[in-house]
């Protein structure tokens, strides 16, 4: 656990230079404190740092094989190390550690590049085959782990933070308008791309293979959202999840050998089936909620009751949103890409206290629970029936502003005629309608919050079109599984799980996620929609399969959003005001890509509170802060480059 770093000279065969590579590891040295490692073959270079949770001789990186042929840096943890342990011992594997980077380094002996498939866990790793002179980079299933990669046709420099690449002045720190525009509307920059033009983020599921003859990114696990036609009985499938819930769980406390671990414990239904499970299986549990004092964000009361249920110890934290603000700069410099959603200082804060007040280094959390169960939370959109596409017309009625002055039967009609002649335009509305939902800035607004040259730099490109293109890639027609795929692909892993990661990190907290499980969720997404939800209630059968299990109380518990009063409150504690906001905007850089009459118009419409321009103003906020941080004055934007091809394997 910690982070990775490396370069390759793969066409130039240039030897890689010691003084580099010192400056990537020390780049990215608050991921790993306790120690750096290094290792160079000619045109190669690697580097490590070690966080040190726990401090044991045989996990020190980099990792070697027996007779020093491949080499093996691994940020991250493999949960099934010690299964895939005896199973290699059986195929006569000799091993000298007691380390999952070295049953890594057997299984990729045993099976070449399908090891990955194998492997369950958080983890980014480079893997060096010194005989084959062929690097290979991965990433975890659903990226819990980062990595970046940087290539001009000679050399290849990877790392787990950008701020590493930028140690090598060949790598330019150019925003890249595009990302520039999925940011505006997403509020964080969806992979393969980054924020800066030519760095790349490796996706979820995939890994680059790289040789002499050049690099190609592959994919090797993907879900497939497609829900059984045929329908067993329901406490069947309660029995299979409660099982795979079970054993993700485990794997997750599998490792440490009894010492206790600590909760990240909020209150709601996926920290709490952690706390459940993890009790069942004889874990060490102890809890630790960050309280407010604003009742809208508040969610100590239900944490102290399961603590009280389960008789954990338990002890809290006070969040206070005024101290918050004034450490946005600090939180913001662990981020080399900006995210726009006020959740994200919550989580540093969370991490912050954890670490410092409670010293604690490792924890659990229910992240990604949200996003793998209930796909269709953020969008808003209507859940009665078995499934969203059983009112499609009506939806588009409801959600199209152009249908605003028709009659609603006339026009549901009107389209449900439309629709059966044309189902893919039926399949276009609703993801249209979906997006619009969630959207922060649609391109139409986007043309107008940035400048006339800035904008013409997208070259036509609409944020929609990713949208689009990861919504109609599942077999099924379900709104709801399609919805599924489009969380995992992009608000997950570059949003939800970017910020924990930089936040855990930035406080030498070691943070595991055993919902975010392979198994888990491929049987999810098996699940018939009409056996997941009831009515309005998304989470049906994960509820129903934890009665009894959880008060129910917590199990039935309606969770509120905390976005929107996070956001406004926090904007309420700010210092800023309108005219040393725009006066800092005016007088920096942005000034040639956001145009300044735009933003004062979003300002005085939130001034007038006619309309809530919060999260807009949010979102502004944090770009202009993230910019003055990490773009220097000189620093503008370039034209896209090529981007690399992902091949599904």
Not at 66 to 92: A, P, T, W
Not at 111 to 123: A, I, Q, R, S, T
Not at 284 to 310: H, I, M, V
Not at 514 to 522: A, G, M, T
Request: proline fraction near 5%; hydrophobic fraction near 40%.
């Amino acid at each position: 656990m910690g982070g990775i770093v490396g370069v390759y000279g793969y066409y130039n065969q240039q030897p890689a230079q010691e003084v580099l590579i010192r400056k990537m590891i020390q780049a990215i040295k608050h991921r790993g404190p306790a120690e750096a490692g290094e290792y160079y073959d000619q045109e190669l270079a690697l580097g490590y740092r070690r966080l040190g949770i726990p401090a044991k001789e045989e996990e020190q990186q980099p990792q070697f094989n027996e007779d020093h042929s491949k080499v093996l840096v691994l940020d991250g943890e493999i949960y099934n190390y010690r299964q895939l342990y005896q199973y290699l011992r059986g195929k006569g594997h000799y091993f000298q550690t007691d380390s999952d980077a070295e049953v890594v380094l057997h299984l990729y002996e045993e099976k070449g590049v399908d090891f990955l498939g194998d492997l369950e866990g958080m983890f980014s790793l480079a893997l060096w085959d010194k005989r084959a002179r062929r690097l290979i980079l991965a990433r975890d299933q659903f990226g819990i782990k980062p990595l970046y990669y940087w290539a001009d046709g000679y050399r290849l420099l990877f790392a787990s933070e950008i701020k590493a690449l930028f140690q090598d002045q060949s790598v330019a720190r150019e925003l890249n308008p595009r990302s520039v525009a999925d940011y505006l509307a997403y509020l964080y920059v969806p992979a393969p791309r980054s924020i800066f033009l030519g760095i790349y983020k490796l996706p979820p599921g995939y890994y680059l293979l790289c040789s002499p003859e050049g690099y190609v990114v592959r994919r090797y696990w993907d879900i497939e959202p497609s829900p059984q036609a045929e329908e067993e009985a329901e406490k069947k499938y309660q029995q299979t999840l409660l099982n795979l819930l079970l054993e993700s769980v485990r794997l997750s406390l599998s490792n440490d050998n009894g010492m206790p671990i600590d909760l990240l414990l909020s209150g709601g239904l996926d920290s709490a089936i952690l706390l459940a499970l993890g009790q069942r299986l004889g874990a060490a549990l102890r809890g630790y909620t960050l309280g407010f004092k604003e009742a809208e964000l508040d969610e100590r009361s239900p944490a102290r009751l399961l603590a009280y249920y389960f008789n954990i110890p338990y002890q809290e934290g006070i969040g206070d949103l005024k101290l918050m603000m004034r450490r946005l700069d600090q939180m913001i410099q662990f981020y080399d890409e900006p995210l726009g959603e006020a959740a994200a200082i919550l989580t540093y804060e969370i991490a912050s206290q954890a670490a410092a007040q409670r010293q604690i280094q490792t924890a659990i959390s229910g992240d990604g629970g949200r996003e793998i169960f209930t796909p269709c939370y953020r969008y808003g959109l209507p859940l009665e029936g078995s499934c969203l596409k059983q009112h499609g017309s009506a939806a588009v009625v409801d959600f199209c502003p152009q249908a605003g002055g028709v009659r609603r039967g006339r026009a549901a009609g009107w389209f449900s005629r439309l629709f059966q002649s044309r189902p893919d335009l039926a399949e276009d509305s609703l993801a249209r309608i979906c997006f619009n939902s969630m959207v922060c800035f649609p391109i139409e607004e986007i043309e107008r919050i940035l400048t006339e040259d800035f904008f013409h730099e997208l070259g036509g490109y609409d944020p929609f079109i990713l949208f689009h293109d990861l919504y109609r890639k599942p077999n099924s027609t379900e709104p709801c599984s399609r919805l599924q795929y489009v969380e995992m692909k992009t608000y997950l892993p570059d949003n939800v799980l970017a910020r924990v990661d930089r936040a855990a990190m930035a406080n030498s907290l070691r943070v595991r996620l055993p919902l975010l499980n392979s198994k888990l969720v491929e049987f999810w997404a098996q699940v018939p929609i009409r056996v997941r939800l009831k009515g309005t209630e998304e989470r049906y059968l994960l509820r129903k399969t934890m009665e009894g299990i959880l008060p129910s109380a917590i199990v039935w518990r309606k969770e509120e959003k905390i976005e929107s009063p996070l956001r406004n409150l926090l904007l309420a504690e700010s210092s800023l005001m309108e005219e040393e906001w725009f006066q800092d905007v005016w007088r920096s850089p942005l000034s040639e890509i956001l145009n300044f009459d735009e933003l004062n118009s979003l300002w005085q419409r939130q001034q007038r509170g006619k309309y809530d321009q919060s999260r807009q103003i949010w979102a502004v906020l944090f770009l202009c802060r993230w910019y003055h941080q990490h773009m220097s004055r000189t620093s503008g934007c370039a034209k896209e480059d090529a981007e690399p091809a992902l091949v599904a394997c």
